[in-house]
């Protein structure tokens, strides 16, 4: 049996049925990392004795029959921008290259209180400002696929991680796409929930009011059923909303007779790839045959989307990036005479070029004299798109678009040159914008066999249209079945 | 052209620590000391991944301070992100309140230099967190960041440019002081910093339309230095301007010692605090019964108290003035009342020798170290005669140095009167012996001579003889 390749409810089920243990699961991912890490890189820190340890005493405690959740003993990746405690948290960055949070974030808590078992951090952009995790500080994680390209960014280590099975599921966070974007490109399922669905305390700050934690899973089933885990009120973050607990795997019908999907028609003009357009429109055809009502409409809102995105996400990353000022941890300087100069070299030394674009970014839109042309103006356009989503709801169920222009482009290609970078999340940073869940599914692959993704966005909590909607299709498609990174071939 | 015809205009930021028992976005104790970084956690320190959360009991207290000056209270408000780096701001913004702060267009009411009512305005009271401390490092360079008091919640309460007088600054501050006590949401204890002003000070000359150029004195934490500061600010500017010179708008420093204000050492190149919402927390949305329910729990304001004690005590206007001025005094007074019945006589002690030996210490009435059981014994001991009043002030001022029991203390020093019918014919017949003169005024007929005698007797005795008697007693033998 081949372990790793299987999803986690297969390891549940397994697991239920003591045809496997957690030691031989957590073993073969091990070995899995072991054979594989070196050519993907997608780990920033591996607790695989740690790991290791915890699985013998679950299947230990399982055997003495001692009370345990369903998937106690199954290991999974952590983004490193959530904090662990006793493990570093690194954000890639040489700012908290030896960091160690003394507590755990609420989503990591609530994984320990699965009895989930931590295999490792997951590299990503700097503080999540990325779109290929080609600014992570201390490597370039691979894409599966292809290993000359990227994984996507942010939460490129994550996606890459599950892609080339080093881990069975993970959780990414996303900002503009970060979930979404690299599950795209490494044919993966991320979901990035409503914002305030999760808990964000714990989860180290890019842009506080966009970021929110998800899963990057290998099918929609296992994304539900970790959603199920870390969704829920948090008094810990006051943006965290109190409604009712859910199973979101109840809402996997393989059924979207009567469904109501848009298109909104400004996702598929300049810019998109054509082979992503046609794999979506085959996509579309398919969501028709299976009963859905698609339509296409107008979102014409969505081109302001981009410039409003970087706008609040710097002015915001600006501010929260602050504290890392050389005092209390992280990077200091050896370089300096004086407190400006303390701050002044412990911030440039610490932190790599994007992250210092984009704190720039920020603090110059909110200076005094460019706020009301920047910063309150990209408000109100926020306020637009909130309304514009709101009226599209009235009429549809969920929306349909790609996750991302193109396919994974090659490693050094755009990193040079950050607006185009820019582009790459011209499809997901809408939907962050507006609070609204969004998920991206494999509907493909292109001619050179790279994967390309699918968006569905839902409205607000409604994610189990957008799961049923995923899941409907991906039994349709068996996209697992068809197509396999260079990994597996 | 003269001082005179100039007029001083002042405009004052109070920060006040709320006297809640956690910080405003954790759950640390707010207390003051205890060792370096012992009240803090993730949050207060800024660790990465933290998130505040707002301490209600924070609102609650704010809104209470705006209703209690009367001020507006908004239904809907925010907090805002005040960006700076500084080692003592953790996260290096404040959370504080921009464009929407939870208290409004207030006032209170002091008295101007004429003894007139005049009306102060409140321009806003919002909320705040108050910063770390950076302690001097004692053992090499550097400072040493203590974060104990990063978090504590403060309300920043901004006057119009409403006041005159180094006078009208002194007892708008006390006003202040007093309100914020009596509704108990600050301690108000400058000495420890949890009250403290930035105070604005410009002049122009007398019947001009415009405000002058203003400077600023920050963080001053005492009465009497605040007084001094504004008085010498103002003679300073009128000093440049007559000099011919401009005013420049500077932050400065207020030397005690020598008694003169300093431009600021780092002047800060205009700050730009670049201020937004903050995006950790939700909106502030009051409804119309919280208010309302904080309106009607207001306790009761030194006004109505100042009432009560004219028509309950029968005390002068003036006394009860003076007693209510201040909530701890006035909680001293009605405490001690309650046990020994007699409020004029307890009035009366605290606003002599208790107020006057506070005047000498420089404390507030919180710095009284004795309770008001041990005040209220004292009035009985005097009623019962064990003591006279002189002794009562010598119990007093022992109260203030060691506080205990006062039967206690007149035991210990053997201060009880001596009213033995024996002892006190001793005492008499020794003054008459050792007086002929005054034996001879008085027997031909001025009275005034028996209080002389009184006098010698109290003296001979250390003030422990029992006056009436001695009166009693020299009257019979004299007359005999």
Not at chain 1, 371 to 396: I, N, P
Not at chain 2, 386 to 394: D, L, M, R, V, W
Request: charged letters at 30%.
């Amino acid at each position: 049996m081949d372990i790793t390749s299987l999803t986690v409810h297969e390891l549940q089920e397994k697991l239920q049925a003591k045809e496997l243990t957690s030691e031989e699961i957590v073993q073969a991912y091990v070995d899995r990392i072991n054979d594989k890490e070196k050519d993907v890189k997608a780990f920033v820190t591996t607790l695989c004795d740690e790991a290791l340890k915890e699985a013998k005493e679950i299947d230990k405690k399982r055997k003495n029959g001692e009370k345990l959740s369903n998937l106690a003993g199954i290991p999974i990746g952590i983004k490193d921008n959530m904090c662990t405690k006793g493990v570093k948290t690194t954000c890639s960055s040489k700012m908290l290259e030896d960091f160690v949070a003394p507590y755990n974030a609420t989503v990591v808590e609530k994984l320990n209180d699965e009895n989930l078992i931590d295999l490792g951090k997951l590299n990503m952009d700097e503080f999540a400002m990325g779109a290929s995790t080609e600014y992570s500080y201390f490597k370039k994680t691979s894409n599966p696929w292809k290993l000359n390209t990227v994984p996507g960014g942010s939460s490129g280590g994550s996606a890459a991680a599950v892609a080339a099975d080093l881990v069975p599921w993970a959780l990414g966070s996303d900002t503009g796409g970060s979930i979404r974007q690299p599950s795209s490109f490494c044919g993966v399922v991320g979901l990035k929930p409503t914002y305030g669905l999760v808990s964000r305390y714990g989860l180290v700050a890019f842009a506080s009011s966009l970021d929110q934690i998800g899963p990057i899973t290998k099918d929609v089933r296992d994304a539900a059923m970790l959603l199920n885990i870390i969704a829920g009120h948090d008094e810990r973050d006051s943006t965290s909303y109190d409604i009712p607990k859910k199973d979101y795997t109840k809402a996997l019908k393989n059924d979207v007779k009567g469904l109501k999907i848009g298109i909104p028609k400004e996702y598929f003009g300049e810019g998109i790839n054509e082979e992503v357009k046609k794999k979506l429109e085959e996509a579309i055809e398919i969501y028709k045959k299976l009963g859905a009502e698609v339509e296409e409409f107008s979102l014409d809102i969505a081109e302001y989307a981009l410039a409003t995105y970087y706008i609040i996400a710097c002015a915001e990353a600006s501010s929260n990036l602050g504290r890392f000022d050389g005092i209390r941890y992280g990077y200091r300087t050896e370089n300096f005479a004086n407190l400006k100069e303390l701050y002044r070299n412990s911030r440039s030394e610490g932190f790599g070029p994007e992250v210092k674009r984009r704190i720039i970014l920020g603090t110059y839109v909110l200076s005094s004299g460019y706020y009301d042309a920047y910063y309150k103006k990209a408000q109100q356009v926020r306020t637009l798109v909130k309304k514009e989503f709101d009226k599209a709801f009235e009429k549809y169920d969920v929306l349909l678009t790609p996750t991302s222009p193109t396919v994974a482009f090659e490693m050094g290609t755009r990193s040079e040159n950050p607006l185009e970078m820019y582009l790459a999340d011209i499809c997901t940073v809408s939907v962050n914008i507006a609070g609204l869940p969004g998920i991206s599914i494999p509907c493909g692959v292109n001619s050179d066999g790279m994967p390309i993704g699918m968006q569905l966005i839902g409205n607000k909590f409604e994610e189990e249209k957008i799961l049923n909607a995923a899941y409907t299709f991906e039994q349709e498609y068996k996209f697992r079945d068809k197509y396999k990174p260079e990994f597996r071939k | 052209m003269s001082k005179s015809d100039y007029e001083s205009v002042m405009g004052l930021e109070v920060h006040a620590e709320l006297s809640t028992k956690t910080k405003i976005f954790c759950s640390c104790p707010t207390e003051f000391g205890g060792e370096p970084n012992t009240h803090t956690c993730p949050i207060c320190m800024a660790m990465p991944g933290t998130l505040p959360v707002l301490n209600e009991k924070v609102v609650e207290y704010a809104v209470k301070a705006g209703l209690a000056t009367n001020c507006t209270i908004s239904r809907n408000s925010k907090n805002d992100r005040k960006n700076y780096f500084y080692p003592d701001l953790p996260k290096s913004y404040q959370i504080s309140q921009f464009d929407k702060p939870l208290c409004e267009h207030g006032y209170v009411e002091i008295e101007d230099d004429e003894g007139n009512p005049k009306k102060i305005g409140i321009t806003r009271i919002h909320i705040e967190e108050d910063a770390g401390k950076l302690n001097h490092n004692e053992f090499g360079g550097g400072s040493l960041v203590d974060l104990n008091r990063a978090g504590v919640p403060l309300i920043e309460i901004v006057s119009e440019p409403d006041l005159r007088s180094s006078g009208e600054v002194d007892r708008y501050l006390k006003k202040l002081k007093s309100i914020l006590q009596y509704i108990e949401v600050s301690d108000c204890k400058m000495q420890e910093g949890s009250l403290r002003a930035d105070v604005n000070v410009s002049v122009r000359k007398k019947g001009a339309k415009e405000f002058g150029t203003r400077t600023e004195m920050k963080n001053m934490n005492s009465f009497k230095a605040i007084q001094r500061a504004v008085d010498y600010e103002v003679d300073r500017q009128i000093d440049v301007i007559e000099d011919g010179g401009k005013i420049e708008q500077e932050t400065l420093r207020w030397d005690d010692v020598s008694g003169k204000t300093f431009p600021m050492r780092d002047k800060e190149d205009a700050q730009d605090y670049r201020y937004f919402p903050e995006p950790d927390l939700v909106a502030i949305r009051l409804s119309e019964e919280y208010i309302n329910d904080i309106k009607e729990n207001l306790p009761e304001m030194p006004e109505s108290r100042r009432e009560r004690y004219i028509n309950e005590f029968k005390l002068s206007e003036k006394d009860a003035k003076l007693l209510t001025a201040s909530k701890y005094l006035s909680n001293m007074f009605e405490a001690a009342e309650k046990i020994c019945g007699n409020a004029k006589v307890v009035a009366n002690w605290l606003l002599s020798d208790v107020s006057r030996i506070l005047n000498e210490k420089e404390l507030e009435p919180e710095g009284i170290p004795f309770k008001a059981e041990h005040l209220a014994k004292l009035v009985e001991l005097i009623e019962k005669g064990t003591i006279s009043s002189a002794i009562g002030k010598k119990v007093v001022e022992e109260l203030f140095e060691s506080p205990r029991d006062p039967e206690e203390i007149i035991k210990e020093k053997g201060w009880i009167q001596i009213s033995d019918e024996g002892a006190i014919k001793e005492v008499v017949e020794k003054v008459i012996a050792n007086n002929p003169q005054s034996v001879a005024d008085y027997k031909a007929g001025k009275d005034k001579a028996i209080g002389f005698l009184v006098g010698q007797a109290m003296k001979e005795t250390k003030g422990k003889a029992n006056p009436q008697m001695l009166n009693k007693m020299f009257k019979e033998e004299l007359d005999k």
